[in-house]
């Protein structure tokens, strides 16, 4: 499967600044990327698919102007939460599809821990 | 919505086979059954995927039923490592397609 690498693992911000994650696949152009987003004891909830040169798909309920994404290039996705509030505090995780006819599925990002105090 | 059920979660005494049921009586023909799991504050890690014939890789094996309605993970000796949420999704092969996680089985291995 693709390699990922997403960065930061974890960020402390105050409410109302904005904070940038970015979503890497190192070995495997993706023209689509996927965002994710965890509370604790619960499961992964698909915010948006991230396309390579075009707008973000994003799923029903999910502000497309507080989780700004940008697939600018084949190898880099980012999810920019603006304004952020305590609410916005989630673990964030990407996800690349794998080479191919994806026999290894798809593969995630170690996820970023976003504490907004 | 996602399209499997599981059990919230298992216990499984270190050592022994832990056996992993997933519900998915809606799948249709062309969907693919993948597990994954995810160890506490990680990103989910890929296990291993089957469409109606049962697979077997260096993790886990796969039994689908033949109606392909459930299937089963197994870890066949299951070490403390183990321990962390198992999903199973169901979703096509063919072009990108988007995973919708269930609620997963917290599985717990005992010492």
């Known amino acids: 499967g693709a390699v990922v690498s997403q960065h930061p693992s974890w960020v402390i911000c105050k409410s109302g600044t904005s904070v940038k994650i970015e979503c890497r696949s190192l070995?495997?152009?993706?023209?689509?990327m996927f965002w994710y987003r965890q509370f604790p004891k619960q499961s992964l909830m698909l915010m948006a698919t991230?396309?390579?040169?075009?707008?973000?798909?994003?799923e029903q309920g999910v502000e497309k102007d507080k989780f700004l994404i940008n697939h600018a290039s084949l190898t880099l996705s980012t999810l920019t939460v603006t304004s952020a509030h305590p609410e916005d505090s989630s673990f964030y995780i990407c996800s690349v599809p794998g080479q191919g006819d994806t026999n290894y599925g798809y593969t995630f990002g170690s996820g970023t821990r976003l504490t907004v105090v | 919505d996602a399209k499997t059920t599981q059990p919230p979660s298992m216990d499984c005494a270190e050592g022994r086979a832990a056996n992993l049921p997933c519900n998915h009586s809606t799948i249709s023909g062309n969907e693919y059954v993948y597990w994954y799991r995810q160890i506490h504050s990680q990103g989910p890690q890929y296990i291993i995927h089957g469409l109606k014939n049962n697979e077997t890789n260096e993790m886990a094996s796969l039994i689908i039923t033949e109606d392909r309605k459930s299937s089963t993970l197994i870890l066949p000796h299951a070490t403390l490592r183990d321990t962390a949420v198992y999903y199973c999704?169901?979703?096509?092969?063919?072009?990108?397609?988007?995973?919708?996680f269930g609620t997963g089985t917290r599985l717990k291995v005992l010492a």
């Open positions: 991230s396309n390579e040169g075009s707008k973000a798909t994003y």
């Open positions: 070995d495997f152009q993706a023209t689509t």
């Open positions: 999704i169901v979703r096509v092969t063919t072009g990108t397609y988007k995973y919708i």
